[in-house]
């Protein structure tokens, strides 16, 4: 199963999906290529510029799954159905990110359709994202400095940083890749973290346990 990490841009909290699918669809221009956890290993990565939509179905599993292995963390289905509906209906920007393949990216959440059924509270799904794409517009009162050439460069102040935390403590839920994204900013930063803390991990990297304190390499 492949792990999904959703996350509101603007000081929003992660979503973790209780179950990846196993496939996700990711539309380009002029093809289709998936990424299939059976050949994970030798999937490969096309241009991020060419990539426009993702779209998978899955399941929220309901209360009476809870506590099954296959759930990686549970959270309420209709919680979840209504965060949805919130991201598209006032279209917010969203970060998708799917560790051990290329996707890592700004989107929208442009479609989704859910049913309800069975007697578990399950909710089965279909969701679709599409890539944010950046638009900057400028004014001619924007404030700009001349460089070397005379051209004119805008300028913005730089964003005032709290200092970085050197540790980190585990908590209920946490993996190694969600600890790297949240505090380094980049889940694929969680083999650096792992290295540091081999001693306290252990050989097995997806084993973690709450209360243990990590050690964090500089950002």
């Known amino acids: 199963m492949l792990e999904i990490y959703i996350q509101e841009v603007e000081g929003g909290d992660t979503l973790q999906l209780p179950m990846?699918?196993?496939?996700i669809q990711v539309s380009a221009a002029t093809s289709f290529l998936s990424y299939d956890i059976m050949n994970v290993g030798e999937h490969k990565i096309p241009r991020g510029e060419e990539l426009t939509d993702?779209?998978?179905?899955?399941?929220?599993p309901g209360e009476?799954?809870?506590?099954?292995?296959?759930v990686q963390v549970w959270k309420d289905p209709a919680a979840i159905q209504e965060k949805?509906?919130?991201?598209?209906?006032?279209?917010?920007?969203l970060k998708l990110t799917v560790p051990g393949t290329p996707i890592n990216h700004a989107v929208f959440l442009a479609s989704y359709q859910c049913d309800y059924s069975g007697?578990?509270?399950?909710?089965?799904?279909?969701i679709e994202f599409c890539v944010a794409k950046e638009v900057i517009v400028g004014t001619e009162d924007d404030a700009t400095e001349q460089d070397s050439s005379g051209a004119g460069v805008k300028t913005t102040a730089p964003a005032t940083q709290p200092p970085a935390a050197t540790t980190y403590t585990v908590k209920s839920g946490d993996s190694l890749w969600k600890i790297a994204q949240n505090t380094?900013?980049?889940?694929?930063r969680?083999?650096?973290?792992?290295?540091?803390?081999?001693?306290?991990?252990?050989?097995?990297?997806?084993?973690i346990y709450p209360g243990q304190v990590y050690n964090l390499p500089a950002k």
């Open 84 to 93: 949805f509906s919130v991201w598209r209906n006032q279209g917010k920007k």
């Open 54 to 60: 993702f779209k998978w179905s899955g399941i929220l």
């Open 184 to 188: 380094l900013g980049d889940g694929n």
């Open 190 to 207: 969680w083999r650096e973290i792992y290295e540091l803390n081999k001693d306290t991990v252990g050989s097995n990297p997806n084993l």
């Open 119 to 126: 007697g578990m509270g399950d909710i089965e799904y279909t």
């Open 20 to 23: 990846g699918p196993d496939r």
């Open 64 to 70: 009476g799954r809870k506590e099954a292995p296959y």
